[in-house]
């Protein structure tokens, strides 16, 4: 079975631009979560979603909003990036909602803001 | 929300027992602690979750004391391909809340 997919792998932006990340998870799986991870802050929750209903929220700003779609694809939308946003996002699904030990991660996509 | 401290980094040989600490003094009584490994340019992987007293799977053990403000992770007999960062997370059990430590990073040497 495929692992969780995310495009791009890696992203230059300027700062002030908006950026959408995608992720496809595992086939089956409903639950979506996003994590950013930066050598500073380490790994932090943004959000996760389940059956296109996000049903978790991290302590981000609200440039940094989410959907789900039908299909579980999930999609994360940053606006107005900033320098600080330069991290690797991750993303991660699981079969049911708020499972963090049957939860599978993605390759995640390095973004980086200059 | 249960914040989590762990080393920054540690060294150990290959075939060495490791021991990783992650302090957590605010565990709620809800709250479940779980294990990741991270290799670069990965995503994490589960390694073991436990909610009290010992927890053993193929790969590792995770001891938590009575009463629960830190537990061990315990990798026998490490390997150099045990290099990686580890990261403790503690969170309610439907992880509606739940924090990240900051990871320690394991060095197995030769």
């Known amino acids: 079975k495929a692992g969780v997919t995310q495009t791009p792998r890696y992203l230059i932006k300027t700062r002030g631009q908006q950026v959408t990340l995608s992720c496809s998870p595992i086939?089956?799986?409903?639950?979506v979560s996003w994590y950013q991870q930066t050598p500073g802050q380490g790994l932090q929750f943004l959000f996760e979603?389940?059956?296109?209903?996000?049903?978790n929220k991290g302590n981000f700003p609200g440039r940094f909003s989410g959907r789900q779609f039908s299909n579980s694809r999930s999609e994360m939308n940053v606006s107005t990036l900033e320098l600080g946003d330069s991290a690797l996002y991750l993303c991660?699904?699981?079969?049911?909602?708020?499972?963090?030990?049957?939860?599978?991660f993605g390759p995640g996509t390095r973004l980086t803001v200059t | 929300l249960a914040k989590t401290t762990q080393p920054i980094s540690m060294d150990s040989y290959e075939g060495q027992e490791v021991n990783i600490t992650c302090s957590h003094n605010n565990i709620a009584t809800n709250d479940y602690i779980t294990w990741y490994q991270q290799f670069p340019s990965q995503g994490p992987r589960f390694i073991i979750q436990g909610y009290k007293t010992k927890v053993t799977n193929e790969v590792a053990s995770l001891f938590i004391p009575a009463d629960r403000k830190s537990s061990t992770l315990s990798l026998p007999r490490v390997s150099l391909s045990d290099t990686a960062v580890y990261y403790c997370?503690?969170?309610?059990?439907?992880?509606?809340?739940?924090?990240f430590g900051s990871g320690t990073k394991l060095n197995v040497k030769p």
């Open positions: 997370l503690v969170g309610d059990k439907g992880f509606n809340k739940f924090y």
């Open positions: 991660a699904s699981s079969l049911i909602a708020g499972d963090r030990k049957e939860q599978y």
């Open positions: 086939s089956g799986h409903r639950s």
């Open positions: 979603y389940f059956s296109e209903t996000q049903r």
